[in-house]
């Protein structure tokens, strides 16, 4: 089982161009697309959250039944769910305006347990950003971390929800040593103002780095790096790109048996290429569709 932690929330994608386009909604939210792309490949998959009972709430569990993932774990509130207007530019990529205000997945309070078999966690996204809810999944990631469970974390940064950088930047750092996989956009790695060797030494055994179009580069700490090329594909938009890669790296490492540091080490240069290149074509199959509509396993051949 992989449990997927973080917020759900609906995308507003304009259906045009121009700032007064018409809005469609659509499920997202970082944590949400993984946890729905990790359901699509097949792998044993739960969300641990905290929705509305609005109709969004409601819709957002539908898509992760719809999907195949266990919902036992979301708490559930009377408040309204998060908004995300998405600006999409020129070439596909999408930008952000939140109405994070009074929304449901802000008071996520960490769980007593983990859902029973679970092998790995996911973090990452609005949910390490907005409090209270954003120290209650640090705990749960330092608990599981503790516990001896694989933890993935994509930061996925959205500045414009981050009042103080610095502050932020020194959490980041404070998390690394429970992370087993960290994965991030080179503009991410860049606002963050790290780099993938620093990174390594403070704790992953894995720094995976995403190039949009130009492909992924991992990081591993005994100093070697592997880089795959991207898939070429018609962009109709990068909404839910990076998330997919995510589901395509945790699935991969899953069927490998390789979820554990120790494994990742010693995946090797034609296990790296391998999952790399199954998280590419992924990611642009999801980008060769409208919102986060990421791939089925029948979509793809074996990780």
């Not at 503790?146 to 959205?158: C, E, H, K, M, Y």
Request: glycine letters at 12%; one cysteine or more.
């Amino acid at each position: 089982m992989i449990v997927v932690a973080g917020e759900a929330l609906i995308d507003l994608v304009p259906q045009g161009r121009g700032a007064l386009a018409p809005l469609q909604p659509a499920l997202g939210g970082g944590p949400y697309n993984t946890a729905v792309a990790l359901g699509r490949l097949g792998s044993p998959t739960a969300f641990c959250s905290r929705t509305s009972h609005d109709a969004f709430g409601e819709a957002l569990l539908d898509g992760l039944r719809h999907a195949g993932v266990d919902v036992s774990a979301v708490q559930r509130g009377t408040e309204p769910t998060t908004l995300a207007a998405a600006t999409i530019d020129e070439d596909g990529s999408a930008s952000y305006s939140f109405y994070v205000e009074g929304t449901a997945d802000r008071l996520f309070t960490a769980p007593a347990h983990l859902p029973e078999g679970t092998r790995a966690v996911s973090f990452g996204t609005c949910s390490l950003v907005l409090e209270p809810g954003a120290s209650a999944y640090e705990e749960l990631m330092r608990s599981a971390a503790a516990q001896g469970v694989f933890t993935a974390l994509d930061p996925n940064i959205r500045a414009g929800l981050i009042p103080d950088p610095d502050a932020y930047r020194a959490r980041f750092k404070s998390w690394l040593p429970s992370v087993s996989l960290l994965k991030l956009s080179a503009e991410d790695a860049a606002w963050l103002g790290g780099s993938p060797r620093e990174w390594l030494a403070s704790g992953p055994a894995a720094v995976v780095i995403t190039h949009g179009g130009d492909g992924i580069t991992a990081y591993t700490g005994d100093g070697a790096e592997y880089s795959v090329p991207g898939v070429r594909v018609d962009v109709v938009d990068t909404i839910g790109a990076g998330d997919t890669v995510n589901a395509a790296l945790l699935h991969g490492l899953a069927a490998r048996d390789a979820l554990s540091p120790a494994a990742v080490a010693s995946l090797g240069a034609d296990g790296w290429t391998e999952l790399l290149g199954f998280a590419a074509h992924a990611a642009a199959i999801t980008c060769s569709r409208a919102g986060a509509e990421p791939p089925y396993a029948s979509e793809l051949a074996g990780p």
